[in-house]
């Protein structure tokens, strides 16, 4: 089976322009979740979407969106770019949202805000 | 919210040493997964577990789920180990996402 994939792998903006994400789960996976990851926080929950549903959401300021398309792909939204949005973005797919479903990880976005 | 703690936050150690890398959280949980990160930052799952003990290769990981406690340990250490390695867990039953520990910085040098 392929992996998790995202596209695209780099991306560079400027402060106040939108970005858009995408990541592909593993054939089967209906639940993808998206992480941030920086210097200084680590690496932090977004959102999950299960089924075209988000479940669950991190601690992240209302420009940060993301939906799940009847396929299982989701895209993540971050609107009106701060310098602090500069990270590392990984998404990862598992089967289903209970405990015993493994993570699997994609190779991530980096996004560079100017 | 559950805090999740590891040590130590960086280890240089000789190749074939044996490593531990610690892991301990403060709620219970439903999963602890380890992860490794190499430089680029691509991560992979090295380990989930819930309870007892996994083995892969030179890898084995544990966990005590009364003392809130994982441990991984790397037997034979090569410099192919030398990466980011991070502690997660699964709180409410799953439903909730990752949540992470800072991370282990390894290098074992040749």
């Known amino acids: 089976k392929a992996g998790v994939t995202q596209t695209p792998r780099y991306l560079i903006k400027t402060r106040g322009q939108q970005v858009t994400l995408s990541c592909s789960p593993i054939s089967g996976h209906r639940s993808v979740s998206w992480y941030q990851q920086t210097p200084g926080q680590g690496l932090q929950f977004l959102f999950e979407?299960?089924?075209?549903?988000?479940?669950n959401k991190g601690n992240f300021p209302g420009r940060f969106s993301g939906r799940q398309f009847s396929n299982s792909r989701s895209e993540m939204n971050v609107s009106t770019l701060e310098l602090g949005d500069s990270a590392l973005y990984l998404c990862?797919?598992?089967?289903?949202?209970?405990?015993?479903?493994?993570?699997?990880f994609g190779p991530g976005t980096r996004l560079t805000v100017l | 919210k559950n805090e999740v703690e590891q040590s130590p936050q960086n280890l240089t150690a000789q190749e074939g040493e044996f490593i531990t890398i610690n892991c301990s959280y403060s709620?219970?949980?439903?999963?602890l997964h380890w992860l490794q990160q190499h430089p680029g930052g691509g991560i992979v799952s090295l380990f989930m577990?819930?309870?007892g003990k996994k083995k892969h290769g030179r890898l084995i990981a544990t966990i005590n789920i009364q003392e809130k406690h994982s441990s991984l340990h790397i037997t034979a250490s090569h410099p192919r180990d030398s990466a980011v390695y991070i502690c997660?867990?699964?709180?409410?039953?799953?439903?909730?996402?990752?949540?992470f520990g800072k991370g282990t910085h390894l290098i074992i040098q040749p």
């Open positions: 709620v219970g949980i439903s999963a």
């Open positions: 997660a867990v699964y709180s409410g039953g799953g439903a909730d996402g990752l949540t």
């Open positions: 979407y299960f089924s075209e549903t988000q479940r």
């Open positions: 577990l819930s309870s």
């Open positions: 990862a797919s598992r089967e289903g949202t209970s405990g015993g479903n493994e993570q699997f």
